[in-house]
């Protein structure tokens, strides 16, 4: 806010902490409708597909798209999903929206079955899963990026179902490794084959069998896809970590998904080499896996079987704690920034993916928490699960409302939201309502500099919200606050269901999620 130095502004922050008080000491089904915010938030997914949309498809401004993605290196990539506002197919960030929405519907299962969106959840993840199948055509070659070159697209305001820009495919093979986009890969096919092992096994054995082969290449062959594939540097470089948290995050979940103790002798003997036990991070990304493979590590020393591990897994537990009261504000030296209203802040681009994923590995620990009888140990004490819980609700809360802006960052949900969201398909007249070409400087001229609302809505889209002092800007061109990512909305899957599923207690009713 310009004024933040004001008595006016003084004055207001005060009030809102005020306000925040109040809606944390409201019980937990009362202060939003997260029934109404789950519902909305698979929806958005319906918003972001690319190819030939199915007869049920409910987001009706949407229409068929990218139909001969592919065809000029002879192979079917048409489906999958746009990442963001514009109309590109990146592998990487599509893999790790997978992986999130898979983890979500496990842990949270039947609170999406009482809300009544399970099969749109597993719609969502299936239109995903199915451009993977596509993607990997040969045991050692997976397409995944860009199907469309990002910076063409870049210069080009146009809707999805008029695309004019270059349309070409980019593979990883043994030539021009990618272990990143492999094992990220190769970990949200092994997620989805345990979300579909009950209601449809024949499709689940197809998944892990394509998990295990891409698990194989990525391990073998090892490099970073973007020394592979130049064109994605400047978009989804993966530039943190590198390519070993996805490797270790890939056999992570391969264990989980096949029980086999070669991919759990993987995540422990690659344990230091690889960062597992090393790294002290204090975000959870699409580039970086850390803190969600050692929360998953942390989670095995409750099992029996795994006690002669205890060792190595404590290690990990000791690196997924950093992170976790790194986020709730307990460690005595690293911890992370929060606006004044009380937001999580990593960064001024699309900050919100960073909050997203933090409440749900803080939702998740805190039930495993509660299912072991433990607290969480940080610096500066320990907490109960329902305190940690409860840090992750007043991020969900700030999301829907409960913020110095008095706003909505899930497009869609309740009263006042972001009008003017950077992005293509929803600022331009709908294709079903105008099938008149729409060119690329055409679309700039006539609909991104437009000063009014966007035509249609991207419901349950999560924007990259407020800057640090809980400032935000609703204008088309601020992408960094108005863009939004399916990342960010698939981690908040599993929460909404979480908070949705709690019956009207002061404190969080674990044996919901039990």
Known sequence: MECKNSTSAKIFIKFFLVLSLFFSSLPLCDSFDYGDALSKSLLYFESQRSGRLPHNQRVTWRHHSGLDD????????????????????????????ITMLSWGVMEFRQQIIDAGEFNHALEAIKWGADYFIKAHTYPNELWVEVVGDGDTDHYCWQRPEDMTTSRLAYKVDTENPGSDVAGETAAAMAAAAIVFNQTNPHYSRLLLHHAQQLFEFGDKYRGKYDESVKVVKGHYTSGVS???????????????????????????????EFGGTTWAITEFSWDVKYAGLQIMASMLLKEEKHKKHTNILKRYRSKAEFYLCACL???????????????????????????????????????YLQASNQRLRCDQGEL????????????????????????????GYGSKYPQRMHHRGASIVSYRGNKGFIGCTQGYDNWFSRAGPNPNVVIGALVGGPDRTDGFRDERWNF??????TYNTAALVGVFAKLSGLECHEKPNFAASS
């Open 384 to 411: 109960d699960p329902q305190e940690v819980f409860a840090f992750a609700k007043s991020q969900v809360d700030y999301i829907l409302g409960a913020n110095p802006m008095a706003t909505s960052y899930l497009v």
């Open 70 to 97: 592919g065809l000029e290196q002879e192979v079917d990539l048409v489906g999958g999903y746009y990442d963001a506002g514009d109309n590109v197919k990146f592998g990487l960030p599509m893999a790790f929206t």
């Open 480 to 485: 960094k606050q108005t863009e939004a990512c």
């Open 329 to 367: 504000g307990k460690n005595n030296e690293t911890n992370v920034y929060r606006t004044p209203g009380g937001l999580l802040y990593i960064r001024e681009w699309n900050n919100m993916q960073y909050v997203s994923t933090s409440a749900f590995l803080l939702t998740i620990y805190s039930d």
């Open 242 to 272: 590198g390519y070993k948290d996805e490797m270790l995050w890939a056999a992570m979940w391969l264990y989980k998904a096949t029980m086999q103790d070669k991919y759990l002798k993987y995540v422990l003997e690659k344990a230091h």
